[in-house]
């Protein structure tokens, strides 16, 4: 018998194979689920979800698909803050469903299961049976909860604020740089991270607006740093809509200049993703920015699919390996080769290798006796407002010098 809530909820099939897709189609429509849809790849998925207007509950997802795969499906979704659950199908290898989980997992998407091909009913029935009516995850800060006017209210206003997280060197441990990490002071839910809002602010118009906030905000308290005597590298993040912009680079500089700072102080990370999506305009304005002295970082590496060639066109300075595999590797060998293969190809191109993610003493030694240079975590430390930060960098500096 069909729930009435039932015939609300949207599944979207996403596989290109039909037989399967075919069959996982009557398993929704016979159990009275209302809209049932197939993509047969990543891209058309994501061109339908964009174009469609009713609620997506449950996606399950396929792994290996041609033109756009699971795993890059993933990371949409993730773009696109999706709330929904996501089942993972896949005829792959156990470790590589293993990956695919954990990568989405920590890219916070609600993933309920992975299931292996040849697909049985049985097990879907198990996973489709754990749903209950509701699969949209609440979270404390929903982006469902904040409007795009507020946002562009917040970015006016001074709601918009960095937050630091050190980076310090594996050699002696010393702070080497901080990273801005945007967070939303917001007056009614309180202090709201980005993943609500980075997405939001990329679809509607606004990314560009909170990166020069951010960058402004940064440089403001890098002066008021170096006015300390605290002599670090600042580290911003940079969206695909910034490379798009061929004035980004003279802009970037003029905005250093005014601070007195130099463009060397400053370390622009762009996610492999975004470096992927490569046009003749996004590889002049990293050109120029290479030219201009700025550190340029790959961030979240691993995640996407840049290769050798790839990276050899531009100079690079940092490359910083995706912390879902530093959180893994010390008991998970596939995400320990990832590293390890990370590692070797970032010091073959003379980059400064940086882990993110590392949490506890076991992931430091691990990483150390890897080979990487500089680590972020929170085991170091978890990102924090300015007022809090010079006493950090303060006593950190305190300690080091008690101990030598
Ligand atoms: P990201 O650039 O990869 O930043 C690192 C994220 O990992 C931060 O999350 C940080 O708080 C978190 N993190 C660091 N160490 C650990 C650890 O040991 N364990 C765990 N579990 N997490 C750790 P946050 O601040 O929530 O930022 C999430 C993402 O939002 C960033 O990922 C970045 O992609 C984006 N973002 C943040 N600020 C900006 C911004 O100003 N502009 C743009 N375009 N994106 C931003
Ligand atoms: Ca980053
Ligand atoms: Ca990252």
């Excluded at 680079?249 to 200049?257: Q, Y």
């Excluded at 990370?269 to 305009?281: D, H, P, R």
């Excluded at 006796?369 to 972020?376: K, L, S, T």
Aim: glycine share 8%; charged share 25%; net charge negative.
């Amino acid at each position: 018998m069909t729930d009435a809530t039932d015939t609300k909820r949207g599944v979207l099939i996403v596989d290109d194979d039909p037989i399967l897709s075919a069959i996982a189609q009557v398993f929704f429509q016979k159990r009275g689920w209302g809209e049932v849809h197939t993509a047969s790849n990543g891209r058309k998925a994501l061109d339908f979800m964009d174009g469609h207007t009713g609620a997506i509950d449950f996606i399950l997802c396929d792994l290996n698909m041609p033109e756009m795969d699971g795993i890059e499906f993933l990371r949409h979704l993730k773009e696109r803050a999706y709330l929904g659950a996501i089942a993972i199908l896949s005829g792959e290898r156990d470790v590589v469903v293993k990956t695919a989980g954990s990568l989405a997992a920590s890219h916070n998407l609600n993933i309920v299961g992975a299931l292996k091909k040849p697909l049985k009913i049985v097990d879907l029935e198990t996973i489709v049976g754990q749903l209950g009516t509701d699969t949209t995850r609440t979270m404390d800060d929903a982006p469902i909860l904040l409007t795009v006017n507020d946002l562009r209210i917040a970015l006016a206003s001074g709601h918009i604020i960095p937050h630091y997280q050190p980076k310090v060197s594996t050699v002696d441990g010393a702070p080497v740089g901080v990273e801005a990490l945007a967070r939303w002071q917001h007056p009614g839910f309180g202090l709201v991270g980005p993943v609500s809002f980075i997405p939001m602010a990329e679809q509607n118009g606004l990314i560009e607006e909170l990166t020069e906030v951010m960058i402004s905000a940064a440089l403001h308290d890098m002066q008021a740093m170096r006015r300390r005597g605290i002599d670090i590298k600042m580290s911003v993040n940079l969206s695909a809509a910034s490379l798009s912009r061929l004035e980004f680079p003279d802009e970037l500089a003029w905005l250093l200049d005014a601070a007195d700072l130099q463009c060397g102080d400053l370390v622009l990370e762009v996610t492999e993703s975004n470096l992927v999506q490569k046009t003749a305009t996004s590889t002049e304005v990293l050109a120029r920015l290479c030219m201009m002295g700025f550190g340029i970082s790959i961030d979240d590496f691993g995640t996407g699919y840049s290769n050798m060639e790839q990276l050899r066109e531009f100079p690079f300075t940092e490359l910083k390996v995706d912390q879902s595999f530093i959180r893994e590797a010390s008991h998970d060998q596939f995400a320990q080769a990832s590293v390890e293969a990370s590692i070797k190809l970032g010091k073959q191109l003379d980059l400064r290798i940086v882990a993110e993610g590392v949490e506890n003493s076991t992931d430091w030694d691990y990483v150390c006796q890897a080979g990487v240079d500089e680590v972020q975590g929170f085991y170091i430390a978890k990102p924090m407002p300015m007022d809090e930060l010079v006493p950090w960098l303060d006593n950190r500096a305190a300690s080091r010098l008690r101990v030598v």
